[in-house]
């Protein structure tokens, strides 16, 4: 098993040099193939955190967004890895609105064990240990919920709501007529959903597995789920096609 410590302090770790380039002017953009940014934050998370898994679970291998991938003959004998996205929410980094985050999530025998999603900016940190959830915040460590009783939120993404995703809505709002419409970047949804503070997320659009896997544990923890919007059935990691269906969180 995996001490979520370690992997606290690494996060903390890559944070600290990912807020050193956000303070600056100049993040030197680039596109990828896929036409998506990429950043020298991005980048440079992703050294420190695959250095230092390395270091302290030299075994354990690691599929991560901003790294070369292992063919999928070989991935798919892994019984154990990591699953990182070194900067999640590269856009909401550029526009320097704070809401990005890092996200690790470890994958035992096909199930997604523990995860942990970071926010350098509020230094929150919400993550798994021995089957519960929490969140710490200045030294003080809360088990997930917190809010109780608000207000029915739903999240939808800043960047790619579409009529898939009003339709969904529309729909929960019959039952919910005062439902509340929130959008708020990268996976520090899945964070507010683990709080209590919103309670329904569908995402109708391309996401990719890092995306997803730090939070299943997290909300999974608290009787959430991520689901496969056409199917209903939970979402499958380290798969050939690193894609995402598109995806609802909703109670179980």
Do not use: Q
């Not at 999603?117 to 200045?138: A, D, L, M, R």
């Not at 995402?244 to 109670?251: E, L, Q, T, W, Y």
């Amino acid at each position: 098993m995996i001490d979520i410590e370690i992997i606290k302090s690494i996060a903390k770790k890559a944070g600290i040099e990912i807020l050193k380039i956000y303070s600056e002017s100049d993040f030197d953009i680039k596109n990828k193939s896929d036409e998506s940014p990429v950043t020298l934050a991005d980048l440079l998370s992703n050294k420190i955190i695959t250095e230092e898994l390395t270091k302290h679970y030299p075994s354990i291998p690691i599929l991560s967004e901003e790294s070369a991938h292992a063919s999928y003959e070989i991935r798919k004998n892994w019984t154990e890895l990591f699953i990182v996205d070194p900067l999640d929410g590269t856009k909401e980094f550029i526009k320097k609105n704070g809401e990005f985050a890092i996200n690790i999530a470890y994958m035992k025998n096909g199930v997604i064990i523990d995860g942990l999603i970071y926010s350098p900016v509020s230094k929150e940190i919400f993550y798994t240990k021995n089957n519960k959830s929490y969140k710490e915040i200045n030294g003080e460590e809360l088990e997930l919920p917190i809010f109780y009783n608000e207000p029915f939120r739903v999240f939808v993404s800043k960047s790619h709501y579409n009529e898939e995703t009003k339709k969904l809505i529309d729909l929960k709002r019959i039952d919910k007529p005062d439902l509340i419409e929130i959008k708020l970047g990268s996976a520090l949804k899945f964070c507010k959903i683990a709080e209590g503070y919103a309670h329904y997320y569908p995402r109708m659009a391309p996401t990719s597995e890092w995306d997803t896997a730090a939070a299943e544990p997290i909300l999974r923890n608290i009787g959430y789920k991520i689901i496969n919007a056409e199917t209903g059935n939970a979402l499958i990691y380290n798969k050939e096609n690193l894609l995402n269906p598109s995806f609802i969180v909703d109670k179980i």
